[in-house]
């Protein structure tokens, strides 16, 4: 997987440190580690900062975005459990770390950013690591992406103050989405699921996370809360 291996070898020890630190938070996943460990975080980010692309923390990534914290992405991936079959729709695609991980446990993942050129940033990395089954948009993520719905498995890497209803609407029968909702300081993340008979269930999984603003028709407006 992609071509500049001396690079990937120098940041080899980093995120081998980072897989610890991930499991020392509690995620004893090993299929789920080994991906953080087969999926090149610095490749996802803008030069300048990827010296520091194995730390657990969230960086900038231009556009006044971040990339998100990856024990938090590891946490949101053990909660969601996505499988082979799964069709899985991401809201703020980023740097496009995530829909690379996502890509490599789903069946295809359709991946929708507001900034065009994080967009487009993503796309070339992807491509340069030959991900086949990555479906990418620019728009409004908070009404999903309804071409494709229903989904079984959503996330949403934006903090919003309720949770959008197209994306419970594209939700498929045993599906579930995990998303930060809350204040534009502070967040819980909450799980969505709904059953095969269609009842939705709704419930904090984890209290107090950072995330930036989900903006859009049913999350924040552009001007401020
Ligand atoms: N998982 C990404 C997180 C990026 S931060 C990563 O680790 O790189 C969240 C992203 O959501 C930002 O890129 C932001 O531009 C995007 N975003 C915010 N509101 C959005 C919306 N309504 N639709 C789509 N993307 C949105």
Known sequence: MG???????????ARRRLIETIRSRGIEDLDLLRLFDEVPRHRFLPEGIRHRAYEDAPLPIGYGQTASQP??????????QPGPDDKILEIGTGSGFLTALLARMGDRVYSVERVRELSTRA?????????????????DGTIGWRKYAPYDVMTVAAASPSVPSPLVDQLAPGGRLV????????????LVTRDEDGTV??????ERC???????????????S
């Open 3 to 13: 071509t500049d291996s001396v690079e990937d070898y120098r940041y080899l020890a």
């Open 71 to 80: 024990s938090l992405q590891a946490y949101v991936l053990h909660v969601l």
């Open 123 to 139: 796309r070339k990395v992807l491509d340069e690591m030959g991900f086949p089954n990555i479906a990418l948009l620019v728009g």
């Open 179 to 190: 998303l930060p909702v809350g204040s534009r300081q502070e967040q819980d993340l909450v």
């Open 201 to 206: 269930h709704e419930g904090t999984v984890q």
């Open 210 to 224: 950072t995330f930036v603003p989900l903006l859009g028709k049913y999350g924040w407006s552009e001007e401020g």
